[in-house]
């Protein structure tokens, strides 16, 4: 075959894989062979929208009502993103009399490239932990506007115990922050135009092919390129382990009248965990995250404003006064899915690529650029001397990221099952080990300080 054209080619531009080729091109001897696709229209009827890659508008899911849409499994996805309180939460809101018109959520789950708002327009917010904030600040990345998380408050509904997360804790100045996607997105392309990374727009590009010496991309328009390493970073991840959840997230963004500066609240329920976390738009509006049944997601999807907040302000409680929803609302399935091997020949996945986690304690996105970080040093080395094979680079990557994904998809994946069985002992287990952690700083480090940053290798 013939020579790469490129070191590494990165499928897609959200911030997982924006992240990704910034770290490869601070180790590239030459930036520019580093290639960031992000995904083009293919069809007229796309091409008024920007591709951002795994991204479609959901035909026939909005409410009668105008105000909520629902998406599809591996919905959410676009972007690099993983469904979470950490990563997509709620719609940005721009007044509280206009509300806005429902985001773009993809039609379908992993495999395609469908086309998608532009990031500029896309109405979502998202939240990193310290260790991502961190990172991204080293890259010159961090958003000009966001909400700071310095506390977080964990609870069970209806039985005792409770836990408090600070800041102070780990002598840190936040746990982590809430931003606008946009604004994210966009300091990110500002510093991969600055950086010499080449970026290119092709329709539904993915990889067709792979051999001794590289991997060859196609696109929907014709176009064939070569790279010595392929990297998926956005859409879901495969289904070699899979788990169905039984619950629907709902997505909504309200203002509370005894706002709580800088605090984040995660509360399970009988029905699944309900998270309430600062927003960027203003001191008193959070993001909800409200996990529950099918029926009943559906079921609050079709309430009017109103009874909606009272509906919220019931299960949640009084901790921020009354809650009031002003904007759209949104729904999508919950569900784990991973791949077993990040590593496939000159094949990588990371990112919602690799995983798709349930949302409770936001690891998703976190976890996306904690893989980004590992494969771009296990490859600086090879980026040196890139006639040399990068085999033991990527077997080297999949090795480091074992552990940590396999415990942050473990951890993510019992949470929300061991609170909502509804067997009263288990409820009750559950709250005495809340208030353990609460008063057991040495119990609860171990477990806040992986959600603050990660297992690092």
């Known amino acids: ?190 510093r991969v135009e600055q950086a010499g990374i080449t970026l290119r727009a092709l329709p539904d590009a993915r990889m067709t092919s792979q051999d001794a010496e590289g991997a060859t991309l196609t ?14 970073s956005d859409g879901a991840g495969a289904d070699d382990i899979r788990r169905e959840y039984g619950q629907h997230a709902v997505l909504a963004t309200v203002r509370a009248s005894l706002p709580r500066d800088g605090w984040a609240f995660e509360r399970f329920t009988r029905e699944g965990p309900l998270a309430l976390l600062p927003h960027p738009a203003a001191p008193d509006t959070y993001a909800v995250v409200w996990c529950c049944a099918p029926e009943r997601a559906r079921a609050l999807a079709a309430l009017d404003q109103v009874a909606f907040s009272g509906a919220l302000t019931e299960a949640f409680g009084d901790r921020l006064g009354t809650l009031a929803c002003f904007a759209p609302r949104h729904v999508f399935p919950l569900f784990l899915s991973a791949r077993r091997s990040l590593v496939d020949g000159r094949a990588v996945a990371v990112g919602n690529a690799a995983q798709t986690l349930h949302p409770v304690a936001g690891q998703g996105l976190n976890l996306g650029l904690r893989d980004a970080a590992r494969l771009s040093q296990s490859l600086a080395p090879w980026l040196a001397r890139p006639a040399c094979a990068p085999t033991e680079a990527l077997a080297g990557f999949a090795r480091a990221r074992r552990d940590d994904r396999w415990l942050t998809a473990g951890l993510t994946d019992l949470m929300p099952r061991a609170f909502s069985t509804g067997v009263a002992a288990l409820e009750h287990a559950g709250g005495l080990a809340l208030l353990s952690l609460d008063l057991l700083q040495p119990l609860r480090a171990p477990l806040a300080r992986h959600l603050l940053q990660g297992l690092r290798a």
């Open 219 to 232: 696109a929907a328009d014709g176009t064939v390129l070569r790279c010595a390493v392929a990297v998926r």
């Open 1 to 190: 075959m013939s020579k790469p054209d490129f070191s590494v080619a990165v499928l897609g531009a959200g911030p997982v894989g924006c992240a990704l080729a910034l770290m490869l091109a601070r180790y590239a001897p030459d930036p520019s062979s580093i290639l960031l696709v992000r995904n083009a229209p293919s069809t007229p009827l796309a091409s008024a929208q920007e591709a951002a890659p795994g991204n479609a508008p959901a035909a026939g899911t909005r409410s009668t009502a105008g105000t909520t849409s629902v998406s599809t499994p591996g919905s959410l996805t676009a972007a690099g993103l993983t469904p979470s309180p950490a990563s997509v939460i709620a719609p940005i809101p721009s007044t509280a009399s206009a509300p806005l018109a429902a985001p773009a959520v993809p039609a379908t789950p992993a495999g395609g490239a469908p086309a998608a708002a532009p990031p500029e327009a896309d109405a979502r917010v998202l939240a990193m932990n310290h260790g991502s904030r961190v990172l991204l600040e080293s890259l010159g990345a961090w958003p000009r506007t966001a909400a700071d998380i310095r506390t977080i408050h964990v609870s069970q509904r209806g039985r005792l115990g409770r836990t408090l997360i600070q800041h102070s804790d780990f002598g840190v100045p936040q746990l982590g922050a809430v931003a606008a996607y946009p604004v994210l997105h966009a300091a990110l392309m500002r």
